[in-house]
């Protein structure tokens, strides 16, 4: 089974349209040593050919374009994604669903039943699919074991709630509930080997302690570096724990629950423009490295 990442960077990409502080600046004119990156999202495969979409990126056509693989071309109207898997209902991880209205029969939608409700009361996405393909939802619940996505066959996903909250859109936004947020644990039954996927990770509840030790590559929230840079940067007012984020640096940030994690593989992932570690040749990427953390870019692949 392989992991492709397809999208690495938080909300806004990387660099944001609007944003001119030190790193989109430089990634905009190539003055610095960073890549840019699209906005966050992961897709799975047995044979390179059928996938199922982790979060449906705003940028989801670009990213098409970018992997040739995505497109298989078996038919006069075809695509390798056969399924969407949805985290959360957050903008930079549903909109691109609209992306995919040209389907020809309703999009097969692995989503919580809180998810759904924010997209269908709050987003809206449902009831304008409707007049398109459609959604086929297909109920996730959280902490209740596994599940297969057909037409994968050997891969097994097991989500877990996350302490956390529904998007600033959400009717239920100050009003959490289980299922709001999820993570997950991505296992290949042949070879046993597992990943646990969490873009958005604010808390490391028991569960989630539990499901990051026993997997054997992290692929975890690399929003910030700092608990307040958005603020430090003049860019928002929002802090890391604002937005449901854990930053790396710091006592108990994910530096330190790294550390402490046996996996084989550590890699940051959903990167906001704003996070030093974004310069290949910053001190914050150095210390990564000592860590044996790596930041994911668009196009890495992890094999299982
Ligand atoms: C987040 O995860 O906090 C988001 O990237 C914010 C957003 O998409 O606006
Ligand atoms: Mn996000
Ligand atoms: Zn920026």
């Not at 599940?147 to 996903?157: G, H, K, Y």
Request: hydrophobic share 40%; charged share 20%; with cysteine.
């Amino acid at each position: 089974m392989k992991i492709q990442v397809l999208g690495s960077a938080a909300g806004g990409g990387f660099p944001q349209w609007n944003c001119n502080c030190a790193n989109c600046d430089g990634v905009r004119k190539g003055s610095i040593a960073a890549r840019p990156r699209t906005q966050s999202s992961i897709a799975i495969t047995e044979n390179n050919e059928d996938w199922v979409l982790v979060n449906a990126s705003p940028d989801l056509l670009a990213q098409i374009k970018a992997l040739p693989a995505l497109q298989p071309a078996r038919a006069v109207r075809d695509s390798g994604i056969a399924a969407v898997l949805l985290m959360d209902a957050q903008i930079d991880h549903v909109t691109g669903l609209l992306m995919l209205r040209e389907r020809g029969s309703p999009l097969p939608l692995y989503a919580t039943e809180q998810v759904m409700a924010d997209l269908t009361d709050g987003l809206n996405i449902g009831r304008v699919l409707a007049h398109y393909c459609g959604i086929d939802w297909r109920p996730v619940q959280p902490d209740r074991g596994g599940f297969t996505i057909a037409p994968l066959q050997r891969t097994r996903f097991t989500p877990v709630s996350l302490e956390s909250k529904a998007p600033p859109y959400s009717p239920h936004r100050n009003d959490p509930h289980p299922g709001d947020n999820i993570g997950l644990t991505i296992t290949d039954a042949h070879s046993g080997r597992s990943a646990f996927y969490a873009p958005g990770l604010g808390e490391l509840t028991p569960a989630v302690a539990e499901a990051m030790s026993g997997a054997d590559v992290l692929l975890v929230d690399g929003t910030f570096w700092h608990a307040d840079e958005m603020r430090l940067l003049g860019l928002s007012s929002k802090t890391a724990a604002d937005m449901g984020h854990l930053p790396q640096s710091g006592p108990g940030g994910m530096i330190d629950v790294l550390d402490r994690m046996p996996a084989g593989r550590k890699i940051l992932i959903h990167i906001n423009n704003s996070n030093p570690i974004l310069r290949e040749d910053s001190p914050e990427r150095a210390l990564l490295e000592k860590h044996g953390i790596e930041v994911a870019y668009d196009g890495m692949e992890i094999e299982l």
